[in-house]
Each structure stands twice: as structure tokens, then as C-alpha cells.
């Protein structure tokens, strides 16, 4: 992409999560105490396996607590080492319900639940990886989102950022890709509304209608699939024509109070997933991204879903129970339930594994402690997408990065396009692509489909 989007910005800075944390969930009043909780002796151990994204590993230094389910903590996990013996803790909950795990170093794991209390289960391991990911995904895949998984999604060889707001532009870089990559490509579509990004959501008006249409015409006719950006969760209050709506949807809290999405974009504010309002305008938004024809695009992205924590909703005009947190977890998977199409997602919260296609997991692929858990547990199941490129990258950087994406179970030959350039300009300077390369034609079958 020319520039790193503000929210992802944010993100890596962690100021979004960081609000998001003590903003709402993390801000108990007396009702919004958990139903129970749980005490590991951890005291022995001093590293820690955590389902942050791909995997972290890492030494425990200071307190830290993550909500699941999350990016932050997407599988109901943790397992501790040390340099001879280590434990793996599970949670055991098959409905996947919200809990917060507090590690305090050299003391104890604490869990507490907010919806039904597990049966948490303690077990001797190896401290290694790949004995602690044995272990979970025998649990894992017994589990409904492993079980009730039906869906059958081509293998993408290649994401391609379609980052400019000129279709023109897009087609024209399409073609070089078509002209270098093998195998079937998936395009992201993130500048195609006639608003800037993360401004008047969810106002998804295309800004070039009928050359858009066109577009998503080529773009199956050569075998693509599209993904466009839709955002799963916020609601612009300068969307003048959405107020009346948006106050209707809108989380709240205790004191019936709206939830900005950070201090800087306090603009966006949090939309309940739960309310059958806000699912008919993501479901409409969705359904409205069709072909010259008039068919459904092949596929859809949608932002936040599967990473966002759950937040506790306390309004009363929803058809949940105010502040009964599977509300959040439910709303989600009932959204998800009514899009058509192949689903990329933002995030890669395990309870919903069943509902989409392919998970992006790029927000900390920069960071030393990431590790392949996700890749050990569930490679078997979704492909991930998504790994960062550092700034201005040069080839010895590209081709460590691109080891990097391998080892951590990313087999798509475009995983890092998660990047401060134009994906065209990676082209131009040669790190994608490959004009000697023998082109292998594929034929996938694109049609829309659960």
C-alpha cells in the first residue's frame, strides 16, 4: 500500500488496542464482575507460549492480561517452560465463552469467565512448541469450529493490494501480476468507496460504479478472487444520514455511553454485532459489490471481526440481555452466517473458525518473539494471510521476510503485502515477480459459495 492506513498505524503502535482495553471491557462496573474464576501455580516456569496471532513466545517479565476470544489471545490457551519440564493449560470450553487470562510472573495464571466456568484442564509437557500445539489441537479439533467447518476455499497463491482508488490504475497492476504470479490470486480492495478510509462507514458507496463492476468482471474472468474492504464493527457519526441509526446499534455502556473506537478516531464508534440493524447493513453493503453483470463478487473482506474482544453491550433495545457478553461472540458468528462468499477476516478468534475462509495475521509479524503456534494447531484447516514488509524494503530483506512468512505456515507466495509502498512499486523494483518464470494456468472454480 503507498502509506500504512491510520487504524493499522495505530495498531502496530498499540494505541488502538490499548483504548480499546480500558475503554469498555476492562472497565467492571459491579455487575460486569466475572461468574467465576481459576488459579494456576505457574511459579516454576518463566517463558510463555501465548495465542497472539501466529504465536508468542516469550519470557515473562511484567503482568499482562488478554481477552478471549481475540487476535490478542485466539485460542482458549497458554502453556508455560522452562528449561526442563512444561505445562499447557486449556480452558476447555466448548461454547468458547469470554475470559480474561492474567499471567502474573513468577506467581500465577488467572482466569476468569464471564459466561459458563469451564473445566480447565492442566497437562504435562515437553517445553517445546510444537509439544504444546500437539496437545490443544488434539482438544481443538473435536471442537465445533473445527467439527461444523464445511466450508471449501481455494488455495490463494497471491494477495494483491489493490491500495489506489483508481480502478485504471488496479487493472493495470492486475495485468503485471497475472503476467508473473502462478495459481489462483486473491485482489484486496481497500480505496474503492468515494470516502476516504475509515471515514463514513457504513456508507459504502463505490467512487467508480461502473468501471468497479468492470473490474470485478476482469478479475473473475481471469480466475480472481475480490476481496472488498467492508468494516465489521464501526460507524462513522459524522455520517449524517446514519446518526439516527447508528444510535440504535451502538454499544453501550453501563451509563449508556457509546464506545469510540480510540481517542484520535473518536469519530468511529463501536457497533453492537448482536443487533439485527447493524447486520443488515453489513449483509446489504456486502451483497451490493457485484460484477458488470450483476453477479456477486467472489469473495468479501471484512475488518475487526475475528480480533476485536468481546465487549460487554448494556443496551436494552438490542434483543440481548444487557451486559451478558455472548451477545458480542453471537452477533458475530450470526453476521457471518449471512454473507455469501469467500471470507478474508481481520483477526483469527478460533470460535469462528467455521463461519470464514481466510484470516489476516500480520499485526505482529515484526516482532522477534512470533512463533508458527497457529500454523502447528490449525495449518491444517485455514490458510493465514498477511505478514508485514519492513519500509522501503530491499531484497535480502524480502527474501528473509518471505522465509520468515514460510516458517510460520504461510505457503501463499504474496503473504507480505502488509506494506508502507504501492504494492506496484514492490514490481518495479523487482522483489515480486519474475519475467522468465513459466506461467501455469489453474482453473478454480469462483462462484460464489458458503
Same mark, same amino acid.
Given at each position: 500500500?503507498?502509506?500504512?492506513?491510520?487504524?493499522?498505524?495505530?495498531?502496530?503502535?498499540?494505541?488502538?488496542?490499548?483504548?480499546?482495553?480500558?475503554?469498555?471491557? *476492562?472497565?467492571?462496573?459491579?455487575?460486569?464482575?466475572?461468574?467465576?474464576?481459576?488459579?494456576?501455580?505457574?511459579?516454576?516456569?518463566?517463558?510463555?507460549?501465548?495465542?497472539?496471532?501466529?504465536?508468542?513466545?516469550?519470557?515473562?517479565?511484567?503482568?499482562?492480561?488478554?481477552?478471549?476470544?481475540?487476535?490478542?489471545?485466539?485460542?482458549?490457551?497458554?502453556?508455560? *517452560?522452562?528449561?526442563?519440564?512444561?505445562?499447557?493449560?486449556?480452558?476447555?470450553?466448548?461454547?468458547?465463552?469470554?475470559?480474561?487470562?492474567?499471567?502474573?510472573?513468577?506467581?500465577?495464571?488467572?482466569?476468569?469467565?464471564?459466561?459458563?466456568?469451564?473445566?480447565?484442564?492442566?497437562?504435562?509437557?515437553?517445553?517445546?512448541?510444537?509439544?504444546?500445539?500437539?496437545?490443544?489441537?488434539?482438544?481443538?479439533?473435536?471442537?465445533?469450529?473445527?467439527?461444523?467447518?464445511?466450508?471449501?476455499?481455494?488455495?490463494?497463491?497471491?494477495?494483491?493490494?489493490?491500495?489506489?482508488?483508481?480502478?485504471?490504475?488496479?487493472?493495470?497492476?492486475?495485468?503485471?501480476?497475472?503476467?508473473?504470479?502462478?495459481?489462483?490470486?486473491?485482489?484486496?480492495?481497500?480505496?474503492?468507496?468515494?470516502?476516504?478510509?475509515?471515514?463514513?462507514?457504513?456508507?459504502?458507496?463505490?467512487?467508480?460504479?461502473?468501471?468497479?463492476?468492470?473490474?470485478?468482471?476482469?478479475?473473475?474472468?481471469?480466475?480472481?478472487?475480490?476481496?472488498?474492504?467492508?468494516?465489521?464493527?464501526?460507524?462513522?457519526?459524522?455520517?449524517?444520514?446514519?446518526?439516527?441509526?447508528?444510535?440504535?446499534?451502538?454499544?453501550?455502556?453501563?451509563?449508556?455511553?457509546?464506545?469510540?473506537?480510540?481517542?484520535?478516531?473518536?469519530?468511529?464508534?463501536?457497533?453492537?454485532?448482536?443487533?439485527?440493524?447493524?447486520?443488515?447493513?453489513?449483509?446489504?453493503?456486502?451483497?451490493?459489490?457485484?460484477?458488470?453483470?450483476?453477479?456477486?463478487?467472489?469473495?468479501?473482506?471484512?475488518?475487526?471481526?475475528?480480533?476485536?474482544?468481546?465487549?460487554?453491550?448494556?443496551?436494552?433495545?438490542?434483543?440481548?440481555?444487557?451486559?451478558?457478553?455472548?451477545?458480542?461472540?453471537?452477533?458475530?458468528?450470526?453476521?457471518?452466517?449471512?454473507?455469501?462468499? *469467500?471470507?478474508?477476516?481481520?483477526?483469527?478468534?478460533?470460535?469462528?473458525?467455521?463461519?470464514?475462509?481466510?484470516?489476516?495475521?500480520?499485526?505482529?509479524?515484526?516482532?522477534?518473539?512470533?512463533?508458527?503456534?497457529?500454523?502447528?494447531?490449525?495449518?491444517?484447516?485455514?490458510?493465514?494471510?498477511?505478514?508485514?514488509?519492513?519500509?522501503?524494503?530491499?531484497?535480502?530483506? *524480502?527474501?528473509?521476510?518471505?522465509?520468515?512468512?514460510?516458517?510460520?505456515?504461510?505457503?501463499?507466495?504474496?503473504?507480505?503485502?502488509?506494506?508502507?509502498?504501492?504494492?506496484?512499486?514492490?514490481?518495479?523494483?523487482?522483489?515480486?515477480?519474475?519475467?522468465?518464470?513459466?506461467?501455469?494456468?489453474?482453473?478454480?472454480?469462483?462462484?460464489?459459495?458458503?
Amino acid at each position: 500500500m503507498k502509506n500504512i492506513d491510520r487504524r493499522t498505524f495505530m495498531q502496530m503502535l498499540g494505541i488502538t488496542s490499548t483504548f480499546a482495553l480500558f475503554s469498555q471491557p *476492562f472497565a467492571f462496573g459491579k455487575k460486569n464482575q466475572p461468574k467465576s474464576s481459576r488459579k494456576i501455580d505457574i511459579s516454576q516456569f518463566d517463558k510463555v507460549l501465548l495465542p497472539r496471532e501466529h504465536g508468542q513466545l516469550t519470557t515473562m517479565v511484567k503482568p499482562l492480561t488478554r481477552r478471549y476470544p481475540s487476535r490478542e489471545h485466539c485460542m482458549q490457551m497458554a502453556a508455560f *517452560f522452562n528449561e526442563k519440564k512444561g505445562v499447557l493449560i486449556i480452558a476447555n470450553d466448548p461454547e468458547g465463552g469470554t475470559a480474561d487470562w492474567h499471567i502474573q510472573p513468577n506467581s500465577t495464571l488467572s482466569i476468569k469467565f464471564y459466561e459458563t466456568e469451564p473445566d480447565v484442564q492442566v497437562i504435562d509437557i515437553e517445553p517445546t512448541i510444537e509439544a504444546a500445539a500437539e496437545a490443544y489441537k488434539e482438544w481443538a479439533v473435536k471442537q465445533f469450529w473445527i467439527q461444523g467447518r464445511k466450508r471449501a476455499a481455494p488455495k490463494l497463491n497471491f494477495v494483491s493490494v489493490a491500495s489506489s482508488s483508481s480502478v485504471a490504475a488496479e487493472k493495470k497492476h492486475l495485468n503485471q501480476v497475472l503476467e508473473t504470479v502462478d495459481g489462483t490470486i486473491g485482489i484486496w480492495l481497500t480505496q474503492w468507496r468515494s470516502n476516504p478510509f475509515d471515514r463514513k462507514y457504513p456508507d459504502y458507496t463505490p467512487k467508480e460504479p461502473v468501471q468497479l463492476a468492470k473490474f470485478f468482471s476482469y478479475i473473475a474472468g481471469h480466475g480472481g478472487l475480490a476481496f472488498s474492504y467492508l468494516n465489521g464493527l464501526l460507524w462513522d457519526r459524522e455520517l449524517k444520514n446514519f446518526q439516527s441509526i447508528g444510535e440504535h446499534i451502538a454499544v453501550r455502556t453501563e451509563r449508556q455511553q457509546t464506545i469510540a473506537y480510540n481517542r484520535k478516531l473518536d469519530f468511529l464508534n463501536y457497533a453492537c454485532p448482536y443487533t439485527p440493524l447493524w447486520q443488515d447493513k453489513i449483509v446489504n453493503a456486502r451483497n451490493s459489490l457485484k460484477d458488470i453483470n450483476g453477479q456477486l463478487t467472489g469473495g468479501v473482506y471484512l475488518d475487526m471481526l475475528a480480533a476485536v474482544a468481546p465487549m460487554a453491550c448494556w443496551a436494552a433495545d438490542h434483543g440481548h440481555v444487557p451486559g451478558d457478553y455472548s451477545a458480542w461472540r453471537l452477533g458475530v458468528r450470526e453476521l457471518l452466517k449471512k454473507i455469501d462468499g *469467500f471470507i478474508m477476516i481481520e483477526g483469527c478468534a478460533e470460535v469462528y473458525m467455521d463461519l470464514f475462509d481466510y484470516p489476516l495475521m500480520h499485526l505482529y509479524t515484526d516482532k522477534v518473539d512470533t512463533v508458527n503456534l497457529w500454523d502447528l494447531v490449525y495449518g491444517d484447516y485455514v490458510q493465514a494471510l498477511g505478514w508485514r514488509l519492513p519500509k522501503g524494503v530491499g531484497r535480502l530483506q *524480502f527474501e528473509d521476510t518471505l522465509r520468515q512468512s514460510r516458517a510460520a505456515g504461510l505457503k501463499s507466495y504474496a503473504s507480505p503485502w502488509m506494506v508502507s509502498e504501492p504494492e506496484s512499486t514492490l514490481f518495479k523494483r523487482l522483489l515480486i515477480g519474475n519475467s522468465n518464470k513459466t506461467k501455469t494456468k489453474t482453473s478454480v472454480d469462483t462462484r460464489v459459495k458458503k
